[in-house]
C-alpha cells in the first residue's frame, strides 16, 4: 500500500485524495490547520511546516511527498527531501516561490515576460517607475497568490500609495515592479512531466479573473495553432530547465498574438480544474502518476469544457446539476469573503452547446456578469 504525502491540506489536496483513490493510494496531509477540507478524507498531521518534529511525524508515515500549496519553506522542503522523495523537487519549488527567480529563469529560457525590476527599497521603486513607467504592479516577490500582495500604480503620483501599502514587506518577502500588460486574454498551459521525462499538456485554457481570483476557464481556448504550439514550447523548456516532476501550470498572458510568461504554479491548478471531466486524464491523476513513476495518462479532452469558481459560498447546485454536462465540486470549506468554495464544471460536445448550458445556469445563479465573456467568446 502506497501512501502520498501532500503539504497543505486544501482543495487541492482533496481533489487529488479523490483522483487517487482508484489507484489504491492512501493520503497523509499537513496543514497548520485542523479545519483544512482535505482533512475529510485524508488522515492530517496539524502542525506548522517549520516544525521538525511534525514534519518527522508527517514522514515517517508516507512514501512519497507533495504539495499542494507552493509557499512551504524552501528550508523544510529540502529537509523532507534529504529523508524521503519529494516531486516536484525543492529545487522546482523555490524558483516559483520567487516572482523573481521565475521571471529571471523565464528570460534565461527566451521566454518572454512584463519589463520588471527588483524592488528593495524606496529609491529602486523611483528608478524603476523612472524606467519601466506607468500603469505597472508593485507585488510582493514571495508568498503572494490570488492577487493578494499586489498594488496597481496607474500613474507616477500613486507612488507614495504603493510604498505605503507595501513598502514595509521590502524587507521580509521582497518587492518587485513589473509593467502593466494590456492583454487581450489571459492563457494557461497545464502540463506534467514524468520521472523519466515524458512530457504532455492539457489543451490550452483562456481564463478569466476578478479581482485577481481566477472566475472561469475555457478548454480548449479558442486560440490558433501557432500560439499553442509556443505554449508548450515554453512549458517544455521550463519542465526540462527544472526538471520538474509533476503538474504545473504556466500563466501566459497574449497580447496582440505574442505570449508574456506571468507565472509558474508548481502544482496542480484551478486552471485545470475542468480535467476533471472534461479530459481522459484529469491533471489531479496525472500528477499522482508522475510523482510515483506510473505511466502517465492521455490528456486529451472530450469536446468542450467550462469551469465556473464559486468564491465566498456556495450557489445553489440545482441548475448546474439539471445540466446533461454539469459537474458539481463543493470544497466542504466554510463560507468566507473571497474563499474559494467550490467550483462547476460544465462539458459539453460542440461550442454552441456549451454556450446554451453556461446562459441557462448564468440565468438561474444570478451570475451572468461571470458567465458573459465565455459566452462571448464562444461567439
Ligand atoms: P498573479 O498573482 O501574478 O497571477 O496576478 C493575478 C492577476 O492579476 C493576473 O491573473 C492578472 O489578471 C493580473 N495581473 C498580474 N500581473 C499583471 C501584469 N503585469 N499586467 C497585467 N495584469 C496583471
Not at 328 to 339: F, L, N, T, V
Amino acid at each position: 500500500m502506497t501512501t502520498v504525502g501532500i503539504l497543505g491540506g486544501g482543495q487541492l489536496a482533496r481533489m487529488l485524495a479523490l483522483a487517487g483513490a482508484p489507484l489504491g493510494l492512501r493520503f497523509k496531509v499537513m496543514d497548520t490547520s485542523a479545519d483544512a477540507c482535505a482533512g475529510q478524507f485524508a488522515p492530517m498531521v496539524v502542525g506548522d511546516y517549520r516544525d521538525d518534529a511534525a514534519l518527522a511525524e508527517f514522514a515517517s508515515s508516507v512514501d512519497v511527498a507533495t504539495f499542494d500549496f507552493e509557499n512551504v519553506p524552501a528550508e523544510s522542503a529540502q529537509w523532507l527531501a534529504e529523508r524521503i522523495p519529494v516531486f516536484p523537487s525543492p529545487r522546482a519549488l523555490a524558483v516559483a516561490q520567487d516572482r523573481l527567480a521565475e521571471k529571471t529563469l523565464f528570460r534565461e529560457l527566451g521566454i518572454p515576460v512584463p519589463d520588471f525590476a527588483p524592488i528593495d527599497n524606496r529609491e529602486d521603486l523611483d528608478a524603476a517607475l523612472a524606467r519601466v513607467g506607468a500603469p505597472c504592479i508593485l507585488k510582493t516577490r514571495r508568498l503572494g497568490y490570488d492577487g493578494k500582495g499586489q498594488f496597481r500604480i496607474r500613474s507616477l503620483a500613486d507612488a507614495d500609495a504603493a510604498w505605503a501599502a507595501l513598502g514595509e514587506q521590502a524587507a521580509t518577502v521582497g518587492l518587485i515592479l513589473e509593467g502593466f500588460v494590456a492583454f487581450d486574454r489571459e492563457l494557461s498551459v497545464v502540463a506534467v512531466r514524468g520521472r523519466d521525462g515524458e512530457f504532455r499538456t492539457w489543451p490550452l485554457t483562456e481564463n478569466w479573473h476578478v479581482d485577481g481570483v481566477l472566475s472561469a476557464s475555457l478548454a480548449p481556448a479558442l486560440a490558433d495553432d501557432v500560439l499553442t504550439a509556443t505554449a508548450v514550447d515554453y512549458a517544455r523548456a521550463l519542465a526540462d530547465a527544472l526538471d520538474y516532476v509533476g503538474v504545473f501550470a504556466l500563466e501566459l498572458f497574449s497580447r496582440d498574438g505574442e505570449l508574456l510568461a506571468n507565472e509558474l504554479a508548481p502544482r496542480v491548478h484551478n486552471s485545470g480544474h475542468w480535467s476533471i471531466e472534461g479530459s481522459e486524464t484529469s491533471q489531479f491523476q496525472n500528477h499522482l502518476r508522475a510523482v510515483l513513476g506510473l505511466p502517465l495518462g492521455d490528456t486529451r479532452m472530450v469536446g468542450h469544457a467550462c469551469m465556473l469558481n464559486w468564491i465566498g459560498a456556495m450557489p445553489d447546485a440545482g441548475p448546474v446539476l439539471a445540466e446533461p454536462g454539469g459537474h458539481w465540486h463543493d470544497y466542504g470549506k466554510s463560507p468566507r469573503e473571497g474563499r474559494k468554495v467550490g467550483h462547476a464544471t460544465l462539458r459539453a460536445d460542440g461550442v454552441a452547446e456549451l454556450g446554451h448550458a453556461l446562459e441557462r445556469v448564468g440565468r438561474a445563479l444570478g451570475r451572468e456578469p461571470q458567465v458573459a465573456p465565455v459566452i462571448a467568446r464562444l461567439g
